[in-house]
């Protein structure tokens, strides 16, 4: 059960991620330039847990998603 939501959560996540870097969003993991593969990889098959922060232009469109290391203090 838990292998097939994994499965899910990683087929979600990069179609999400695919979709919007097909529209000219830039991707970054760890504060570096990212790709889907990479963010899904992380995110998905490591025991840490990220966070996206939308970052927008002025107008509001969103031009970056920057996926953070969370920490526990």
Known sequence: MALNLKIDESASLRLR?????????KLYLDGAPSTTDYIVNSCINEDTVYMPDYVTDESGKIKEIRYDRISSR
Do not use: S
């Not at 991620?17 to 969003?25: N, S």
């Open 17 to 25: 991620l695919e979709k919007l870097e097909g529209e000219g969003i």
